[in-house]
């Protein structure tokens, strides 16, 4: 038995290649080849040659499919935004006939967020370990099954409140980085929360009772802060009360200038 390797790079459409060695009395061998292309399918064909000629190409192999040089990421799945931050669920696709070759090792994670208001383009790097151990520490958290539960999770964080992004995923491994993923448009939160139902409970003579409620759920701050506890947006989060506009609207019959009354609660 012989083991021989072929180190050269060589074009890829170069398929014909010759690598002179002494086979005395050997009837198999076993030859590494390099230099191939990331995600193709090849055949490879052998001939034996002496110091008469080339003999014959044997029959075609079967099919040999070189592995992608990193998985393809799916569309980020938004879990939950904050003011600041975008914290996206990440898995990878899979593969349409699992004998088209595996693939490398994911180290990193790569996305990428484009602004829609401004000329604002993010390029932030993630650790594939410390994105894993970020999904295992979320998942008891919220409310998704096992099989909707993405195996990594990423906080994209340093964002424009209020803002719209679009944003895509790759995969990195020490062979590159791999095919770009679908796109997912996120929003960034207001801050603070819009308030919206405001209701009149109840009227006397000269004073009123109102309610509303806060458009945002609050509690996404508490999950922020389980995601980065070293981060200030939690204290940013924190109500510090409420402005209050009134209006006084004049008779239909009399005519004059509307009084605006402005009042604050604070705690």
Known sequence: MLHVSAIEDRPEDDMDLVRNFNCEDCQEVHFWLTGLAASRMYYVQVAAKTACGQGEWSPKSQPLFTWRKAPKVAAPKLLFPSHGSLVFGLAFETLEEPSKGQDEEVEHFELQLQSSHRAE???????????????????????????????????????????????????????????????????????????????????????????????????????????????????????????????????????????????????
Not at 207 to 233: G, H, V
């Open 121 to 267: 383009n993010q390029t932030l790097e993630f650790s594939c370990s410390d994105a894993a151990a970020l999904a295992t520490t979320l998942r008891p958290h919220l409310q998704l099954d096992d099989e909707e539960f993405p195996s990594h999770v990423v906080i994209a964080s340093g964002l424009s409140s209020r803002s719209a992004y679009s944003c895509t995923a790759s995969a990195i491994t020490h062979a590159g980085r791999g095919e770009r993923s679908q796109i997912t448009k996120a929003e960034t939160l207001a801050v603070p929360p819009a308030v919206d139902h405001v209701t009149v409970e109840s009227t006397d003579h000269n004073s009123a009772t109102i309610s509303w409620k806060l458009s945002e759920r609050t509690d996404r701050q508490e999950l922020m802060q389980i995601c980065s506890p070293d981060s200030t947006e939690f204290e940013e989060c924190q109500l510090k009360g409420f402005r209050i506009r009134i209006c006084y609207e004049p008779e239909l019959e009399t005519t004059g200038v509307q009084d605006l009354l402005h009042l604050k609660m604070s705690w």
